[in-house]
């Protein structure tokens, strides 16, 4: 099933989309403000994004840079009451893979969404994931740091495989969480910092950094 991630502050339209989207299959997650949004963008847990411009903190146009410039690849649909040339132009020199202004049909922003979702899925197949020495193979999942070759349960697998896709970024703890546990894991457990040492003991010490108040990084 397909994740959804909308990134909306007018309630009203992010139930409309919500509800229509769920309708027709897919998995979604509301986000109200940019921060939250490029936060949860940035998790790789999605297939594509519905990004407001409008949003309070960072705007949808910053969202969008930022996960560019991270290249976080997962398709965005802008949604926006801008319908200005330059706004458009903007947008899909900034990274978005389609613009839609409001007010809109929802029957037209589903074929476009299962459009974008069809388009990502014949993209080219990554089967192996490297940083350094360390690999994943996605279809055996099994790991190699080195010469060594790793086995792993299967929440090692989808956490080095988070860490793999996303060398050099600062993860937080909430975003493994979201990532690898779900949304309605407890927040306060220390169930990320179990794992995180898991891996350390499979694949070395220094595999994984600690980056103190905010969280880990595979560097």
């Given at each position: 099933m397909k994740r959804i991630l909308i990134a909306e502050d007018e309630e009203r339209i992010a139930a409309f989309v919500e509800k229509g989207?769920?309708?027709?299959?897919?998995t979604t997650t509301i986000a109200a403000d940019g921060d939250t949004a490029a936060d949860y963008a940035r998790t790789g847990g999605f297939d594509l994004v519905i990004l407001d411009i409008g949003l309070p903190g960072q705007d949808g146009f910053t969202v969008l840079r930022g996960l560019r410039e991270?290249?976080?690849?997962?398709?965005?649909?802008?949604?926006?009451?801008?319908?200005?040339?330059?706004?458009?132009?903007?947008?899909?020199?900034?990274?978005?893979?389609?613009?839609?202004?409001?007010?809109?049909?929802?029957?037209e922003l589903l074929a476009r969404v299962r459009l974008r979702l069809r388009t990502a899925a014949r993209a080219p197949e990554v089967t192996v994931l490297r940083s350094g020495d360390l690999s994943l193979d996605l279809r055996t999942r099994r790991a190699r740091a080195g010469q060594t070759s790793v086995d792993l349960t299967a929440r090692e697998f989808v956490l080095l495989e988070l860490f793999l896709r996303h060398p050099?970024?600062?993860?937080?703890?909430?975003?493994?969480?979201?990532?690898?546990?779900?949304?309605?894991?407890?927040?306060?457990?220390?169930?990320?910092?179990?794992?995180?040492?898991?891996?350390?003991?499979?694949?070395?010490?220094?595999?994984?950094?600690?980056?103190?108040?905010?969280?880990?990084?595979?560097?």
């Open positions: 989207l769920r309708a027709s299959g897919f991270d290249r976080v690849s997962t398709p965005v649909i802008v949604l926006t009451a801008r319908d200005s040339v330059r706004d458009t132009v903007a947008g899909l020199e900034g990274g978005a893979d389609d613009w839609m202004t409001k007010p809109f049909r929802f029957e050099g970024q600062v993860l937080t703890r909430e975003q493994i969480l979201s990532h690898v546990w779900g949304y309605d894991f407890d927040p306060g457990s220390n169930i990320v910092d179990v794992y995180v040492r898991a891996l350390r003991k499979k694949l070395g010490a220094g595999r994984v950094e600690t980056v103190r108040g905010m969280g880990y990084r595979l560097p």
